[in-house]
């Protein structure tokens, strides 16, 4: 298998604390990559590195063959790299229906039109619908996004994410604030999109990592300390100290 | 003789510096703890000229004047806050520019009902007339000395208050994350309205300081408050020290600019056009300052925000 | 620093959502009721004005039309763009000293002056605005009133032109080498004309595709980069439109008043139209429209009933701003 995303001894500081520290890590194409750590081992910063919101200060980060660590978050979108937000992040005022269009839009031909109006254009609404469709959100299209509830939120950040087909989905907690029944119905969605899209996904519900991932790196201090199957990562010495010790204690 | 006039020019370019940053420390503070866009910080400069002028006349002495002028001023900024400001805090920027500008637009109009709209005139105490001989040949008025020492005594008090003080720490930290601080239990109300009306208060005093030697008239204060928002945008928004250095710098390059822009212009071109250029680029110099500075360090000298 | 909403981020609510696009589904007339009803009254003003005080309320309506045009630009980077440019009247300026200069030199063509303003407004908001948009929040509107103070300390030098004083113009621009704008219904008709055409324009642009991803931006600048857009882009483009319609009312407002002057473009000036767009309702475009009559029709009815007519308008703007939140539009739709 070849690997679709590679870290390199990436590194981030914050004055003097090294919020990622030497992080090598590799995805392979179709895999589920989760990526779990205590609070504060630095997965969201990791995942703001390879979105390009926030620089690295060294180290390099290949996608897909080319190497990305300087270039911004709108270009790694565009070679294929979406992300979500560990606080949801939509556009609030726009319906269900054209925050995903806009994210259809982005990739699908210019947007210096000044004329004509984009919710016309059937393309882009399909195109968008197909997306909501995917994480069950077609009856709401219509629904001011600030007005749906958080699990729905979750959802169709989940559907502008998949509307500018990655070749890669960055998911940053997902699960985060959600229900018990909103968070089996993401996980849901997550399982139909395993497969279909290479995925590396941070997440705190360890039931829903152990039941989704093929593979699992764990990230403790900035580090990595293990990577593998869900299995051997589970009975890995090292992490049961740093890291799943804490829970069992 | 040329030493002379820059020297002069120098001096006089601090001077102006030190009554932007009486301006701009208000300012600088009511911005960066309250995220709070006050246009309305150049009348209360303005206000405090004129109750300068008004208990100057009122007690027939500039020293009683001043005295009587600060507390005024104090007590129109809490008005103002109590009646108006108060309520804009949890206002957007735009709505805080819509109200400000109303209160310059009354207060403008109202010192013109109240005074008139002829520039007034207000001596110069007469312990402080005259010029004091620095050295040799070289002479520079006493009052203007008096308004630097008076501004630099004011800057060290503030630095105290800012940095020793408990009122002062909570000002730093909430110019750093107000949120913070509330969550703390501090009443961020009561901190605020302190602020704005020391801050009020700093803004009456540069006024008075001013009004013996440029004429006390309406809007006096809009052209400065302009000046100030340079300064404080220089300095980092929130930064008293950043505020100072970026004071003093604005009211030297200023200053020099308007006197030597042309004479430095004159080494590239000829005479003619490098007087003509000069004069058109040295009111515009401070301008360019400031969006060079911010292209290069978009948050300013000294960026307080994290 | 890795927040999405930026710290130094300008606090301005985007208006509500019934003012955006979203109600671009309603049928056109009744989307535009307001728009064509105040276009109607401009249409018959002149009709009206015969009959009471003539030349004196048609001159007022002109000037309305001609800051309801830079209030409309105005608003596009300000309520779609979330942009707060205090130095909009720089771009106004332009307009006025591109016929003014020009005109000081004989050229009193129209299209040559019209072609001047609209490159020259472009030029500078490109230049200014691509150094303007790397700052953000209160930076960006500190920053654009630098530049706007600059252009006026650059007009109050040009002695040539009249300095500190302002200019004279000799004429209104010439059409076709005739003098026919020197007929003020002509004029008039050609003030709305543009404003007309500069509605719809902007209409047109803020349902686009690009307006689309002007108003994600506004909605939420993170959200859009993560989708593959620069923000970046789309803000300059907006910011130069918006130039160069504001130098179309310059361009108009100096063959109005037959005067150009510095104090068009003192920081005053910027604020009010600021003022025009809030005191309207922001990202509307019916707004500006409302927003600059209202300012203007206000500042000349308080001026008849007395001369200190600011000590009233000013506590106006305070309760506007404390109380009427979207502004005139915003405060009539709540009621209804």
């Known amino acids: 298998m070849s690997a679709i995303l590679e870290l390199k001894h990436l590194r981030k500081n914050y004055g003097a604390l090294a919020v990622t520290d030497d992080v090598s890590l590799a995805v392979d194409a179709g895999e589920l990559h989760a990526i779990i750590g205590p609070n504060g081992a630095g997965k969201t910063t990791l995942i703001h590195q390879i979105s390009g919101l926030a620089p690295s200060d060294s180290g390099q980060i290949l996608f897909d063959g080319r190497d990305v660590t300087r270039a911004p978050m709108h270009e790694r979108v565009r070679a294929g790299l979406a992300r979500s937000f560990q606080i949801t992040s939509i556009l609030p005022g726009f319906t269900a229906r054209e925050n995903v269009a806009v994210a259809v839009q982005a990739r699908s031909g210019s947007s210096f039109r000044f004329f004509g109006d984009p919710a016309r254009e059937r393309d882009l609404d399909a195109q968008a619908m197909e997306a909501l469709a995917i994480v069950g959100l077609t009856g709401r299209a219509d629904v001011t996004a600030g007005q749906l509830s958080h699990g729905e939120k979750r959802q169709l950040e989940l559907a502008i994410g998949l509307a500018t087909r990655p070749k890669l989905l960055l998911l940053d907690e997902p699960l985060a604030g959600t229900g018990k029944e909103e968070s089996e119905r993401v996980v849901e969605t997550l399982l139909g999109l395993k497969g279909r899209y290479t995925i590396v996904l941070i997440e705190h519900d360890m039931d829903a990592v152990f039941a989704l991932a093929d593979r699992v790196s764990v990230l403790v201090y900035g580090r990595v300390v293990a990577t593998g199957a869900p299995d051997a990562v589970r009975s890995d010495p090292a992490v049961r100290e740093a890291y799943l010790g804490e829970e069992a204690a | 003789m040329y030493t002379t006039l820059i020297l002069v020019q120098t001096l006089n370019g601090l001077q102006f510096g030190i009554i932007l940053f009486l301006i701009a420390a208000g300012l600088t503070l009511v911005f960066g703890v309250m995220d709070f866009i006050n246009l309305a910080h150049g009348v209360q400069y303005m206000i405090g000229a004129y109750f300068a002028f008004a208990f100057t006349s009122w007690t027939g002495s500039f020293g009683l004047g001043l005295l009587l002028a600060l507390p005024a001023a104090l007590v129109f900024g809490l008005l103002l806050e109590a009646l108006v400001f108060r309520h804009l805090y949890d206002k957007d920027h735009l709505e805080q520019v819509l109200a400000t500008f109303g209160i310059i637009l009354f207060l403008n109009q109202g010192v013109k009902v109240v005074w008139g709209s002829s520039p007034l005139f207000v001596p110069v105490p007469e312990f402080l007339q005259g010029s004091i001989v620095l050295f040799e040949g070289f002479f520079y008025p006493t009052y203007r000395l008096a308004i630097i020492g008076a501004g630099l005594g004011v800057a060290a008090l503030l630095y105290v208050l800012v940095n020793y003080t408990r009122a002062g720490m909570l000002v730093r930290a909430g110019a750093t994350n107000a949120k913070m601080v509330s969550a703390l239990g501090v009443d961020i109300r009561r901190l605020f309205m302190i602020v704005f009306g020391f801050g009020a208060m700093l803004a009456g005093f540069a006024g008075a300081m001013v009004a013996p030697i440029l004429s006390v008239e309406p809007g006096m204060g809009d052209n400065l408050l302009i000046l100030a928002f340079v300064v404080i945008v220089i300095g980092g928004i929130g930064s008293i020290r950043g505020a100072f250095l970026a004071a003093l710098i604005i009211g030297l390059v200023d200053t020099l600019g308007r006197t030597f822009a042309g004479d430095v212009l004159r080494l590239f071109m000829d005479p003619g056009a490098a007087s003509t250029v000069g004069r058109a680029v040295a009111p515009m110099l401070i301008y360019i300052l400031m969006a060079a500075v911010l292209f290069f360090r978009p948050a300013g000298l000294f960026p307080v925000k994290r | ?336």
């Open chain 3, 1 to 336: 620093m890795l927040d999405t909403a930026s710290p130094a981020a300008a606090k301005v609510a985007a208006p509500p959502p019934e003012a955006g696009a979203t109600s671009a589904r309603a049928p056109l007339i009744r989307r535009e009721a307001l728009a064509f009803a105040l276009f109607a009254f401009f249409a018959i003003a002149p009709a009206i004005a015969q009959v009471g005080a003539e030349g004196y309320l048609l001159s007022l309506v002109i000037r309305a039309m001609i800051f309801a045009i830079a209030a409309l630009s105005l608003d596009l980077i300000l309520g779609y763009g979330a942009l707060v440019s205090f130095g909009h009247a720089a771009f106004v300026g332009i307009g006025c000293y591109a016929v003014g200069i020009l005109m000081a030199h004989s050229v009193s063509d129209l299209f040559v002056q019209l072609l001047a303003t609209l490159l020259a407004s472009a030029l500078f908001a490109l230049v200014t605005g691509a150094i303007s948009l790397r700052t953000k929040g209160v930076y960006f509107i500190m920053i654009t009133l630098a530049f706007g103070q600059m252009i006026y300390f650059l007009t109050t030098s040009l002695a040539a032109y009249g300095g500190d004083d302002g200019l004279t113009l000799p004429s209104r621009s010439a059409v076709f080498g005739t003098d026919v704008l020197e007929n003020d219904l002509v004029f008039y008709y050609l003030v709305l004309a543009c404003l007309v055409g500069v509605y719809a324009l902007l209409r047109a642009i803020v349902g686009s595709r690009f307006g689309r991803v002007l108003r994600g931006t506004r909605e939420n600048p993170v959200r859009m980069q993560a989708i593959g857009y620069d923000p970046y882009r789309y803000q300059l483009v907006a910011y130069v439109i918006a130039g160069m319609i504001a130098g179309l009312s310059g361009f108009l407002l100096a063959n109005h008043i037959e005067f150009v002057s510095p104090a068009f473009i003192s920081w005053q000036r910027s604020g009010e139209l600021i003022i025009m767009v809030v005191l309207g309702g922001m990202g509307t475009l019916v707004g500006p429209i409302v927003g600059a009559m209202s300012f203007l029709f206000l500042e000349e009815i308080l001026a008849r009933i007395t001369q200190d007519w600011k000590l009233i308008f000013g506590p106006l703007l305070v309760l506007v701003a404390l109380f009427a939140r979207g502004g005139i539009l915003g405060f009539f739709r709540r009621k209804a």
